[in-house]
């Protein structure tokens, strides 16, 4: 295991990496000496935020939706660079709602996007690092896949299923040298929340924001949750939940059940009377 001092990975990709958490997840590992490449669905994104951190940062366009163009990116850096240390798949978006509101493009999104593309990089990485005997796969969750998180069904069920996949596959690549880890942060103030995908009579992000607030009044920074989970890379943490309602939550799931479901029913609660009332206004 190394120190924090120690972790020096050489060569990184991150997903999603054009803004919010995968950005500054690139910054942190560019900052610790790797070069780093910054892969996005925005390609001006990308390559403003590669250009903004300067030498041994370079940018890739890429659908993390897309399994062949995954592969190509991972491939493709391997081949340049003879090695990748870090794979992270951050790449994600954000879904909000009660049942009712969502539609089947809503769940197609989030399983293309939020379980998908994480499979597709765990899949492009994996031959190149179990081949090396090293390397680290970090797999961008939530405070949402470790606890249920209502009116939002579509992304507590994609992230449930990342941390499942990623503690799982972290006991099978362990004799291969390979280590695995899960970041679940609770919520934190990035473009994700405005960002939210879009289908008839659907929800914008200010009314994901006011949701979110049910949940957890105030929102983590990208910056920090960024360091912690560099520094979990570095301590070779299996889950790496940043903030402290997420580990009072999480905690709180494990040891004290029926009080901690008793809180996310009345936040669901809450949910639907903030409907009702913005139904009312209309």
């Excluded at 880890?181 to 405005?194: A, E, I, M, N």
């Excluded at 301590?235 to 059940?257: C, D, E, M, Q």
């Amino acid at each position: 295991m190394f120190s924090r001092n120690e972790f020096q990975p050489k060569v990184s990709i991150v997903t999603g990496a054009g803004s919010g958490i995968g950005l500054e997840i690139a910054r942190e590992l560019h900052r610790r000496g790797s070069h780093v490449v910054l892969a996005d669905l925005d390609e001006v994104k990308a390559k403003a935020a590669a250009d903004d951190l300067g030498a041994g940062a370079t940018a890739v366009q890429v659908d993390v939706a897309d399994a062949d163009a995954v592969r190509e990116v991972v491939d493709g850096v391997v081949a340049e660079h003879g090695r990748l240390d870090v794979m992270v798949n951050n790449a994600g978006i954000a879904l909000g709602g009660l049942l009712e509101e969502l539609d089947h493009r809503h769940w197609d999104k989030a399983l293309d996007v939020n379980l998908r593309g994480v499979i597709n990089g765990v899949m492009a990485a994996y031959p190149h690092l179990t081949r090396q005997g090293s390397g680290h796969i970090l797999n961008t969750a939530s405070l949402a896949g470790l606890i249920p998180a209502p009116s939002m069904l579509p992304y507590t069920t994609t992230k449930h299923a990342v941390v499942g996949l990623s503690t799982a596959l972290r006991a099978e690549a362990a004799s291969l040298g390979v280590k695995v880890s899960v970041l679940c942060p609770g919520f934190v103030d990035t473009p994700l929340l405005d960002e939210v995908y879009a289908a008839p009579d659907s929800f914008g992000g200010s009314s994901v924001r006011a949701r979110v607030r049910l949940m957890q009044p105030k929102f983590l920074t990208a910056q920090l949750t960024a360091k912690r989970a560099v520094d979990g890379l570095a301590s070779n943490k299996a889950v790496i939940p940043v903030g402290v309602f997420a580990h009072v939550t999480w905690r709180a799931l494990r040891y004290v059940p029926p009080v901690a479901r008793g809180v996310i029913q009345l936040q669901a609660t809450g949910a639907r009377r903030l409907n009702e009332r913005s139904a009312r206004r209309s």
